[in-house]
């Protein structure tokens, strides 16, 4: 049945919004766990509420992962030249077609903007870290992400996401310990709401997320919303699309 109670979700809509205390809230209907279709419209309503900001936009970053693929996929094609898009952070560990840098490109291209890449591993020595950093062209686009006016993030489970990152076994044992429960662009987060870990990434800094305007988070699947619940004050300044499986699941969480 393609006709859905509209009435029934904007009442789902308007509690999750409260209990996360998020700046928005969209919810599609089902639940991408059991019907992968349900990804494609999280992007088709993410592309539509980034597509309604983005005249206000001049630099967009952008995580990886298979969510905000489905938004880049969605999005039409159109003209704004002048607006920039950025990998949120370095990190080639997952499929290339779901990288960040990809996804970057992918977009700029859609909107006839223009991208910055940067072509770094997921995790690295400190050492080499400290290295990399110093390197021109890195600042350069640090800095364009560090003065990014919209982040476009997935949500991942955090044991997931650090299996998905090839983090070694004796990192993800600690992360179980320390009771990890939700991963955003290399940042693990607690219960409530701590981060308990960070990947050793080059990208854009948690302390410098509260500056951007439009912060846009999506996630299907009802087994993400203990990783949604887990994101501490973050949640306050984001616009969430989400699903009737993620949204039910945080009710009844409650
Ligand atoms: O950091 C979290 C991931 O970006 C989520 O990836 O959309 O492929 O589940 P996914």
Redesign the pocket.
């Known amino acids: 049945n393609i006709v859905y109670d509209i009435k029934g979700l904007e009442d789902v809509k308007a509690r999750v919004k409260e209990i996360l205390k998020a700046k928005d809230v969209y919810v599609v209907p089902g639940d991408a766990d059991l019907n992968p279709y349900v990804?494609k419209e999280i992007g088709i309503l993410a592309s539509k509420v980034i597509f309604s900001l983005i005249e206000d936009v001049k630099i967009i970053a952008v995580?990886?992962?298979?969510?905000?693929?489905?938004v880049v996929d969605s999005f039409p094609t159109c003209s704004f030249k002048d607006i920039l898009v950025v990998p949120a952070r370095g990190g080639i560990g997952?499929e290339v077609e779901?990288q960040a840098n990809t996804l970057a490109a992918s977009l700029a291209k859609k909107i006839n903007g223009s991208y910055k890449l940067l072509h770094l591993p997921d995790t690295m020595d400190e050492e080499i870290y400290n290295l990399l950093i110093k390197k021109e062209e890195v600042q350069e686009v640090l800095n364009d992400i560090n003065n990014a006016d919209m982040l476009v993030?997935?949500?991942?489970n955090a044991i997931?996401?650090a299996k998905?990152r090839k983090l070694s076994q004796d990192m993800i044992e600690k992360l179980k310990k320390v009771g990890a429960i939700g991963?955003?662009?290399?940042y693990y987060f607690d219960k409530a709401g701590r981060i308990v870990y960070s990947t050793t990434t080059i990208g854009i800094k948690l302390e410098k997320i509260k500056n951007i305007k439009y912060m846009i988070g999506?996630?299907?699947?009802s087994h993400?919303a203990e990783a949604i619940l887990s994101l501490g004050e973050i949640k306050n300044n984001t616009i969430f699309v989400i699903d009737e499986g993620i949204a039910k699941k945080i009710m009844s969480l409650e």
């Open positions: 990804l995580t990886g992962g298979q969510t905000v693929k489905e997952q779901k993030f997935g949500i991942g997931e996401m998905r991963e955003i662009f290399g999506v996630a299907g699947g993400k």
